[in-house]
């Protein structure tokens, strides 16, 4: 007899060991449901950090109000990105003394529970972007531990002038897995 991946019938309720992919299957109604296995690596599980209200171009920087997440779990930082809501980023100047962009970074406390200062991301907004245009982190530090608040700050580099740096209205993603 064939093995199969899957079980037979629309009735099927509970587990099946799904041998062709070393997994361990979780059906509802002949569903499938979700799997467990060293086959498929771990679930990256994706959240939504916050939103942010737009921010001038001579606004201080600050941690934004509306963007935490509390680590269910010992987890891996896959990956962020922010996106535009409603307007475009601006960035102005080239010369030294006029340059100026805005970085967000997200932060924690990456030795124990609670938020702390221990950058895990970080985005340099050095170009102009429009709305709905997304722009990747760069993860710095991944490893986050159980009960550690992941916070969003953001500060303009440079002049902090009336013809600098306007931060759109935004929302942060992250991508995580549980170690």
């Not at 962020?80 to 406390?109: C, E, F, H, P």
């Amino acid at each position: 007899m064939a093995k199969r991946s899957s079980p037979v019938g629309q009735s099927h309720r509970g587990f099946h060991y799904d041998e062709p992919n070393n997994r361990l299957e979780v059906y509802y109604n002949g569903s499938l449901k979700g799997s467990f296995g060293t086959a498929n690596g771990l679930q990256t599980r994706i959240v939504r950090l916050g939103s942010s209200a737009a921010v001038a171009s001579d606004g201080g920087g600050a941690i934004l109000a509306d963007m935490a997440f509390v680590a269910p779990a010992d987890l891996k930082l896959v990956s962020a990105w922010r996106m535009n809501q409603t307007a475009s980023d601006v960035t102005k100047g080239t010369a030294t003394t006029s340059a100026s962009y805005r970085r967000m970074t997200l932060i924690t406390n990456t030795a124990g529970t609670g938020s702390g200062t221990n950058i895990v991301a970080s985005l340099n907004a050095t170009a102009s972007a429009a709305s709905a245009v997304t722009r990747s982190f760069t993860i710095a530090a991944s490893t986050v531990p159980a009960n550690a608040i992941i916070l969003c700050s953001h500060l303009t580099v440079g002049a902090e002038t009336g013809d600098g740096t306007d931060m759109a209205a935004n929302v942060v993603e992250i991508a995580y897995e549980l170690v």
